[in-house]
């Protein structure tokens, strides 16, 4: 298996983002705070692509989607779905295993505000491509959010204005990878409706069609 390049956890290529890192450090210095590695195996069908670690969740704790809302939904969707076995207990050390399935996101490092810049997606963009080409076994992506879909297009060549966002939206990527657009699971998108639960679910049990 091809090996899997990964930002270091004083990586220095966001400026800005150093700067949330190290001021994080200094206000809470028992936390992760550095880029937040991918959770679940390279010989996965399914990767799940989110927008950038959640300060209090996978800053935090270290683990994708782990200690915020939008883990709260994810986690119980992927073990109602087969992909994912245990308990989510929102800690890297509750024992929960992934099935078939990885977690990523398109900026490594958390963000201020919960919010990126185009040159912070381009200079994660190297490692996103190189965790798609280590994955032999990949069958489906599934982007939470604009961003991530914006990113997962940008790894294959291809344009936005010919394969727009849409919640369930799929798209046919190379390699007979098809991706699936999901709205972010974010507690802003489930508290104003925008996203469900049933919503959310679909999106996952129309994954399964193509694993």
Not at 70 to 85: F, N, R, S, W
Not at 104 to 128: D, H, M, S, Y
Request: aromatic share 8%.
């Amino acid at each position: 298996m091809k090996s899997l390049s990964f930002a270091n956890a004083d990586c220095p290529l966001c400026p800005r983002l150093v700067d949330y890192r190290n001021a994080s450090r200094e206000t809470w210095p028992h936390w992760h705070n550095a880029p937040v590695p991918s959770f679940g195996s390279l010989d996965a069908g399914l990767l799940i692509v989110g927008l950038a670690p959640g300060l209090r969740g996978a800053n935090q704790t270290g683990r994708p989607f782990t200690g915020d809302a939008a883990g709260d939904l994810l986690y119980p969707t992927l073990i109602k779905y087969g992909l994912a076995k245990g308990h989510y207990q929102a800690d890297p050390a509750d024992g929960m295993v992934l099935v078939n399935c990885r977690i990523a996101n398109a900026v490594r490092c958390v963000p201020p505000q919960n919010k990126v810049i185009a040159a912070e997606i381009n200079a994660c963009r190297p490692f996103l491509e190189d965790e798609i080409a280590a994955m032999t076994e990949l069958k489906v992506i599934v982007a939470l959010g604009g961003v991530a879909h914006g990113a997962v297009l940008s790894v294959f060549g291809l344009k936005k204005a010919r394969h727009k966002f849409a919640h369930e939206a799929c798209h046919a990527l190379d390699g007979g990878i098809t991706l699936i657009d999901s709205y972010h699971c974010s507690r802003y998108n489930t508290n104003t409706g925008r996203l469900t639960e049933p919503m959310f679910h679909h999106v996952f049990a129309r994954s399964l069609t193509y694993l």
